[in-house]
């Protein structure tokens, strides 16, 4: 987001919303905000945070889409603000509740914080009864609430109060149809889809870049090393999917989408499988709930699908891809230069003037 000085007053700015970040936008924001902690660690918290979210958006019978989208606010609101000043659980919470205001998916905090009690404290849930609230310390709760309120006012002010959420999941349909992808190439694809807002990608990519990255790598997936299937009928095969997706072709044009971007967003993707298949703990891909869970929160912690994938194969997929894969293409800064950009994420947070924020490009308002 950008950040404009009103007149000559100090203490007015207009601030720009930004859908979208460069990648050495995301690693210079990303790197401010890490204090001493390595980019290794760094990942890990990131995916217990969405570990988390997902089993708190489980329990609760959240849609994919509120999940999604309250993983990838806990990526943004990291590229503004320290992780040393704000929890996991603070964070992971509050954007679970700021998404379901997007999607109009609404629960009310506290029923997301009792949640997310039963999904912290399995043996608590053992004893309350079926259907009810654990029994917590009132202060402890009435704290925790006023945590997960504090930091969704932050959270607003990182997409400057725009709650317009597009998702890749119905652009995943299209695209296979797009393609004649079978139906069992199609579902990959929205698994990997649903993967992928376990990585910083959808700040970087629109939606249909993720859809078209998910049948893309899901071709991968189903010919690197396989015998080839026979199609279903009418449709085209996974390596004819796999061929037109990995070659330059009228397909760019129509969708605004190159090559290159589904390569990288491939590789985000697989970096993900790749964790999950070497560390079965943090598994991907979870069924979407439909409904409430009656469930144990170990239960719902633990619902998650395995990666069917081995790492070394996985590895092996990346390198036949880096050995053919195209040269990366330049992409223009989205933040402005130098201390434009500095200042974008400096008066998030503070209450010392007014702040003007802008949904469209500068200069439309």
Known sequence: MDTHSAGRSSTSHTVQHHPYFTPDEI??????QRGKLSTTQEDKARQQACAFMEAVGSKIGFPRKTIATAQSLYHRFHLFFPRKDHGLNEVSLASLYVSTKMHDTLKKPREILMASYAVRFPELAAKSKLGGEIDMDPN?????????????????????????????????????????????LTRLGWRLAVDCHRTLIPLEYPPIAIAMSGIYLASLLSTFEQIPELPEAGCESDSGVMEILTKRGPWERKFQVQVEDLEVIAHAILDVLISAAQNPVAQTSPRTPSSPSTHSARTQAMQQIGSP???????????????????SRERAPLLGQGSEAERQYEILGRNDGTIRYLFGPGGAA
Request: charged fraction near 35%; glycine fraction near 2%; charge should be positive.
């Open 27 to 32: 690693e210079h924001l990303s790197e401010k």
């Open 140 to 184: 402890v709760v009435l704290q925790d609430l006023q945590r997960l309120l504090g930091v969704e006012r932050l959270l607003l002010e990182t997409i400057c109060f725009n709650f317009t959420s597009r998702m890749p999941f119905p652009y995943v349909i299209k695209v296979g149809r797009e393609f004649k992808a079978s139906k069992k």
């Open 309 to 327: 994938w081995k790492p070394d194969y996985l590895i092996r997929l990346k390198i036949a891809m880096r050995e053919r894969e195209h040269t």
